[in-house]
């Protein structure tokens, strides 16, 4: 339901662009498009889908020709992940990605402390981040429904600190990072089965244009 949800919202959106843009070619489009998607857009379909990664990606979003550039190195970024991380859910979102671990691949039942397999796959992941050094991070814990809300929101900041706190430490600079913890606020699986609650105990990456790439995608737009 919360992706058809979505779906209605951005269609109309795209309709509504199109219906007064038949003029525009294809780059001319998408950077309308790119534009509208975002701020309050971003928050809507945010909102909409109960996907917090979703919508503050698009709610960052530059959109036209810089947009454009930006999307293409976030595309090889993307596929690096997806080659070196297969234990990670990998989705390209406008300009950034959302990269998702479920947390029984990072922590142990009701834990906050990274297992060593969970290492190993950290490892990679910061292989590729410093691969791609132009770009911010927002590491976000969430959790299911089970037990308090407040404890499940300390939990959810905890993962998401411990989780930052190992990227800072094998290589990652921190002013690239970010952390927050949803607690069991925003699930984006459903709660009422096991399989739900055991994906809607996740840490997801939001990675997204730092101020430098955005500044060199603009010059590069522009010449």
Known sequence: ?????????VL????LIFSGCSSLNKTQKGGAVGIVAGGAMGAVIGNA?????LGAIIGATVG????????????KQAREIEQTVPDAKVERVGEGIVVEFSSNV???????????????????????LNAFPDTDIEVQG?????????????????????????????????????IKGFGETVPKYSNSTADGRSQNRRVEFLIT?????KADAENEAGK
């Open 12 to 15: 109309t959106c795209t309709a």
């Open 209 to 213: 244009a730092n101020e430098k790439m």
């Open 142 to 178: 969430h959790t299911d429904s089970k037990g308090s809300e407040a404890y499940n929101n300390s939990l959810s900041l905890d993962r998401a600190a411990e989780v930052s706190d190992y990227l800072s430490q094998n290589g990652v600079a921190t002013n690239r990072i970010s």
């Open 64 to 75: 036209g020709a810089t947009g454009a550039i930006i999307g293409n190195q976030m595309d």
């Open 106 to 128: 990072l922590f142990g039942f009701d834990q906050s402390n990274l297992s060593t397999d969970a290492k190993i796959n950290l490892n990679k992941l910061v292989k590729v």
């Open 1 to 9: 339901m919360n992706k058809l949800r979505m779906n209605v919202i």
């Open 49 to 53: 889908s109960g996907n917090t990664a």
